[in-house]
C-alpha cells in the first residue's frame, strides 16, 4: 500500500468508526422507546461514547496495527 | 476583524522574541536541530481576540449578554491556559477551572433547553442544560483540543478550520453572537498560524490550544449547533479514545517517552496508541506531512458537519 492510500485509509477508518457508533445508537435509540425522551436519549448518548470507545479500539487501532510495517513497535500495552 | 488578525500576528512576532529572553521556552522535539522555540503563543490569540472584541462592542451596540458570555469564557479558558503553561496545573484543577469559566454562559443560557442530535431528535435536558450540558460541553472540548497537539501549525490548523467552520454556520442560521465571535477567533488563530506554520517560530502552549477547544463548545452552544461542534470534535475525540487505551491516560509522555524524528527526518511513534502516532505507524511520516493529513481528516470532518447541519436547517 502507497503511504498516501495507507494514511487515506486511516481517515476512512475513522469515519467508519463513526458510522458504526451512530448505528449502535440508532438500535439502542429504538430498544428504548417505552421510556420517556430525556433517560432514552441519556441512554443512548452513552452508549455512543461506549461505541465509539471500543470502535477506536477494536476496529481503528486493530488496523492500524495490521497496516502497519513496523511490527517491532511496541503495540497497545 | 482585520484588527484581530493583525493584533495576532504582531504580537505572537513580539513574544517570539521576548519570550525567549524570559526563558519561557520549549524545545522543538520533532527536529533533528531540537530548536528552542518560545512557548505560549496562544497569549497572542487571547489578547488579539480581547481587542477586537471590546473594539466591536464599542462600535456595535447590539451585542449583548450572550456575546460577553462566550467571549468570556473562551478568555477566562485562555487564562486558565496560561496558568497551565507557567505552573503546569494538575488535569483534576483544569476541568474544574475550565468549568467554572463557563458560569456567564450558563448563566446567559438558562433558557435554553434542548439540543438536537441525528435519529434521536431534540433533546429536552431543561435545568440541565445550564447546569450540566454546558460546562460539560466546554471542558470536555477544551481539554479533548489540548490532546490532539504538540506539532507545527497542528492545533492553530484545526483552530482555523473548526473554528472557520462554526463561524460559517453561525452566520447562515442566523446566530450573529456566534458568527461574530468565531470570526474574532478565526482571524486571530489566522494571525497566529502564520508564525505557528512550519517551521515554527511560536509554538501555542496550553494557552492556545484549550482556548479553540472552548471556542467551538461556546459558538456550539450559542449558536444552537452543537451537533456540528461534536463532529468538529471527533478526530480529537479519536485521539483521546485511543489515548484511554493505555495505563495512564493523561501521563503517556513520562510512561514512554516522546516520539522520536529518525536521522531522515521521519517521525518514530512513542509506544502508546494515539491518532498522531497512528498516521506515523502506516507509512514513514515527516512532521509536516503528518500535519497536512490531519488537517485533511480535519477538513472532511469539517465537510460532515456542514452537511450534517445544512439538512437539518
Known amino acids: ?77 | 476583524m482585520g484588527v484581530t488578525g493583525v493584533a495576532s500576528y504582531d504580537l505572537a512576532s513580539l513574544f517570539s522574541r521576548k519570550f525567549v529572553a524570559l526563558g519561557i521556552t520549549g524545545v522543538d522535539i520533532h527536529k533533528l536541530e531540537r530548536p528552542i522555540i518560545p512557548e505560549m503563543g496562544g497569549l497572542s490569540v487571547l489578547l488579539a481576540m480581547s481587542l477586537g472584541s471590546i473594539i466591536l462592542m464599542a462600535l456595535d451596540g447590539d451585542r449583548g449578554l450572550l456575546f460577553l458570555a462566550g467571549v468570556s469564557t473562551v478568555s477566562l479558558t485562555g487564562l486558565v491556559g496560561v496558568a497551565d503553561d507557567r505552573f503546569e496545573l494538575r488535569q483534576r484543577d483544569k476541568t474544574i477551572l475550565i468549568a467554572a469559566a463557563s458560569a456567564l454562559l450558563s448563566l446567559s443560557l438558562v433558557n435554553t433547553g434542548s439540543v438536537w442530535f441525528p435519529v434521536i431528535g431534540l433533546v429536552p435536558f431543561g435545568i440541565l442544560f445550564p447546569l450540566l450540558v454546558v460546562p460539560i460541553a466546554i471542558t470536555t472540548s477544551a481539554n479533548m483540543s489540548n490532546m490532539l497537539a504538540g506539532f507545527n501549525g497542528l492545533e492553530a490548523g484545526i483552530a482555523a478550520i473548526s473554528v472557520g467552520v462554526m463561524t460559517f454556520l453561525s452566520a447562515v442560521t442566523g446566530s450573529t453572537d456566534g458568527a461574530l465571535l468565531g470570526a474574532l477567533l478565526l482571524f486571530a488563530y489566522l494571525g497566529f498560524l502564520v508564525l505557528n506554520w512550519y517551521p515554527a517560530k511560536i509554538f501555542p502552549g496550553d494557552t492556545g490550544t484549550l482556548m479553540f477547544g472552548a471556542g467551538i463548545a461556546a459558538i456550539g452552544l450559542i449558536s444552537n449547533l452543537e451537533i456540528a461542534a461534536i463532529v468538529l470534535l471527533m478526530p480529537a475525540a479519536l485521539d483521546f479514545a485511543l489515548k484511554l487505551m493505555s495505563k495512564k491516560p493523561f501521563g503517556q509522555r513520562k510512561t514512554y517517552g516522546n516520539t522520536k524524528v529518525n536521522p531522515d527526518g521521519t517521525l518514530a511513534p512513542a509506544g502508546y496508541p494515539a491518532l498522531v502516532h497512528a498516521f506515523m505507524r502506516v507509512a514513514p511520516t515527516k512532521e509536516r506531512t503528518l500535519v497536512v493529513w490531519v488537517l485533511i481528516m480535519e477538513g472532511l470532518y469539517a465537510i460532515l458537519a456542514v452537511a450534517v447541519t445544512l439538512v437539518h436547517i
Open chain 1, 1 to 77: 500500500m502507497s503511504p498516501s492510500a495507507a494514511r487515506a485509509s486511516l481517515i476512512a477508518l475513522s469515519f467508519v468508526v463513526l458510522l458504526v457508533s451512530g448505528l449502535v445508537t440508532t438500535v439502542v435509540w429504538r430498544f428504548l422507546a417505552p421510556l420517556d425522551p430525556l433517560p432514552r436519549a441519556m441512554l443512548s448518548l452513552v452508549m455512543f461514547v461506549a461505541a465509539y470507545y471500543a470502535g477506536a479500539n477494536l476496529i481503528f487501532w486493530k488496523a492500524v496495527l495490521r497496516i502497519s510495517p513496523s511490527s517491532s513497535l511496541p503495540q497497545t500495552n
